[in-house]
């Protein structure tokens, strides 16, 4: 991976500010993920949490007024320090179909590379999301890295609900 500026905070591309989500991002965070209509949708509290505890593992992207429009939110594995884990990736709709989410997703991973090192990234995606599969073949194709699949929590494993299975995306090594 490419190793960004030490100074990522206000990165910027030629349609948007790249940035750490803030405490005060939470609610508009929430608000994005809700209307994206495919997330599992966490508690807004939660949302005010991961902009705190996990913003250095985290990205956000602004309009010209500083109001988010996507984000990305990721974590390190406790046991696997290499490993960034994506929790979630979003675009409003007013900016989808632009490259978004894939140019967060790699400032994102450029940026934990520099700070803590890198070897690989996960995510979960449902069989039915193309978006996100789409997203991450993607990115392992533009960082000609290896991709893999496989089950990580089969569907009958969530309690009280129908649910596809999660299939575990390990990408890498880097």
Not at 23 to 35: L, S, T
Not at 47 to 75: H, K, M, Q
Request: one cysteine or more; aromatic letters at 10%; charged letters at 25%.
């Amino acid at each position: 991976m490419t190793a960004a500026p030490a100074d990522f905070a206000r990165a910027r591309s030629e349609f948007l500010s790249i940035d750490t989500p803030r405490v005060e991002d939470g609610a508009a965070i929430w608000r994005i993920a809700r209307d994206s209509e495919v997330l599992d949708l966490n508690s807004s509290y939660s949302y005010l949490l991961w902009c705190r505890d996990f913003a250095a593992t985290s990205v956000v992207a602004r309009d010209e007024n500083g109001d988010p429009i996507a984000f990305v939110t990721g974590y390190i594995r406790p046991d696997r320090p290499e490993t960034l884990v994506v929790w979630q990736v979003a675009v409003d709709q007013a900016h989808r179909g632009k490259g978004l989410a894939a140019t967060l997703l790699d400032a994102l991973t450029t940026r934990v590379a520099s700070d803590q090192g890198l070897t690989s990234v996960e995510t979960t995606i449902t069989p039915d999301n193309t978006a996100s599969d789409r997203l991450f073949t993607s990115f392992a194709q533009r960082h000609d890295v290896p991709l893999e699949h496989e089950v990580l929590f089969d569907g009958a494993l969530f309690p009280g609900e129908t649910h596809l299975p999660e299939v575990l995306y390990r990408i890498g090594p880097f």
